[in-house]
């Protein structure tokens, strides 16, 4: 089994109740205490430090999305769920490489989570096709489009921001970005 | 253009739900007749979600990676990063089987040990002669003896070994085993009331571990006639039995039931007795509850309690047969025991004056 985790392992149902309530701390918690486990299995599996931190961020987001979307229901225990996620995750990498099936060294229990994975690429591949497209936005496109839409910031703060001396400018310039955004996000 | 972008900031605000209800009512009129800006609504929609989706986990990547710079990757990967050793690897991806194993191991171990030492009674073998504790010759009991001489001449040296004895006859035969008396150079022999005999060694059978002494002592008086008598059969399993015997300086009763009818490793020619013995107990009569004699007394379980064992009693009367038949005096053949229907306390009574503590010296 793998080596002893550290010891301020959090519940399950902390986690899952953490998560829900978008706390920091919940995910500080998972993160740090599950890290390990990853790490060693990556390791143990041809991976270098990198390797198990990519593997085990995207797993974080399959376990975050799975619990937003609010379908979660834990069959087994939460240290199985990402271990298996990360298993599948990182032996996809490993046959993408090397386009043949491989063999891993276990460490934990697994379990089926295929309907997961599916729902995982599904949002990475829109994930990759909305970050491309904002590079291929460039400046300062990006950054109105990120500030209005993510960062949450009013039309009167980015035209400050951004030195238009009236907030219709800034909301034609807004417009245009958003209709090329548009065309490059549903193009790609 | 610019209606374009007016109609754009409406769906957007009819999608964040920011239009009042006559506005919402309005737009909806119109999104239904057309379908060209139903359609702008839909792509915007789901643009939005993407929008946030992709939002969403930008800022969870963000957060986890400030978390993981707080980790000390390198540390944890060095403590974490498989073994160059074999062993060591296989010992930390097998370490499960590797505990089932032992403990399956363990409880094998402390099966087999339990069997060895419970279930079967085949430990080693302790006979129970008696060390006798020496006596002191202390120089105060010297003086006295030279003071005092008219004192009973007392043997000089204390005894090495003690055993039981019991009568077979009333003209002074005892039976006791062999390993009581065995290489002893005199042989004393002393009654309920502190009496000593002197004895002599008449007949050894080291096959059954039995002895017979003949009270040589011109002080000796001849017994009444024996109030028990020596079974000739076999004894059932269960049946209730005593022996009195002299594991310490006085008589000590010892109360049992017979536990098995083989004694140590299967021995035929002994019962187990479930009663407690002690060194001393050597050579003590077995007797059940109408006053005969079913054995002697010989040894114990080491480290069991409650399994003594007793030679039967019919390799007693073998033994007497060896022995000139008009040199045991009058025969009295017993119809019936005078202990039967007795309590204990009477039964011991009159036995008492035929149980005798045996004394060895070398």
Known sequence: MSNKLSSSLPTDREVVLGILNNSDDALNKLYVGYFPMILQFILSNNGDEDDAKDVYQEAIIVLYNKIKSGDFELSSKLKTYIYSVCRRIWLKKLSKESKKAINVADFEDIEAVDTDMEALEEKDQQFEKMKSSLDLLGEPCKTIIQDFYINNLSMQEISEKFGYTNTDNAKTQKYKCLQRLKKLFFQA | ???????????????????????????????????????????????????????????????????????????????????????????????????????????????????????????????????????????????????????????????????????????????????????????????????????????????????????VDKNFVELSSLPYKINKGNIGMGEDVFTLGFPKDDAVLGEGYVSSKTGHAGDTTAYQVSIPVNPGNSGGPLLDNRGNVIGVINAKEYQVDGAAFAVKSKYILEALNAIPQDSLGKKVVLKKSPLVGLNRTKQLDMIQDYVFMIKVYN
């Not at chain 2, 007016?6 to 999104?31: H, P, V, Y």
């Not at chain 2, 991806?93 to 399956?104: E, G």
Request: glycine share 4%.
């Open chain 2, 1 to 215: 253009m610019r209606n374009e972008l007016e109609l754009d900031a409406i769906i957007e605000d009819f999608l964040n739900g920011k239009l009042t209800q006559e506005e919402r009512k309005a737009f909806e009129q119109l999104r239904a007749n057309d379908p060209a800006v139903d359609h702008k609504v839909v792509t915007h929609q789901f643009f939005l979600d993407s929008m946030k989706k992709y939002g969403d986990t930008l800022s969870l990547k963000d957060k986890m990676n400030a978390i993981h710079a707080t980790i000390d990757v390198e540390s944890l990967s060095d403590k974490l990063k498989p073994h160059p050793s074999y062993i060591v690897n296989l010992w930390r991806n097998n370490r499960s089987a590797f505990a089932v194993a032992a403990s399956f191991l363990l409880l094998a171990m402390v099966s087999i040990y339990s069997i060895q030492h419970n279930t079967k009674q085949n430990g080693s073998y302790e006979v129970m002669s008696r060390e006798l504790v020496k006596i002191k010759n202390s120089q105060n009991n010297l003086i006295r003896n030279i003071n005092n001489s008219k004192l009973e001449k007392v043997p000089v040296n204390p005894a090495k070994f003690g055993g039981t004895g019991f009568a077979l006859t009333s003209n002074g035969y005892l039976c006791t085993n062999l390993h009581v008396i065995n290489g002893a150079d005199s042989v004393h022999v002393q009654n309920a009331n502190g009496e000593s005999f002197k004895a002599k060694v008449v007949y050894q059978d080291p096959q059954y571990d039995l002895a017979i002494l003949k009270i």
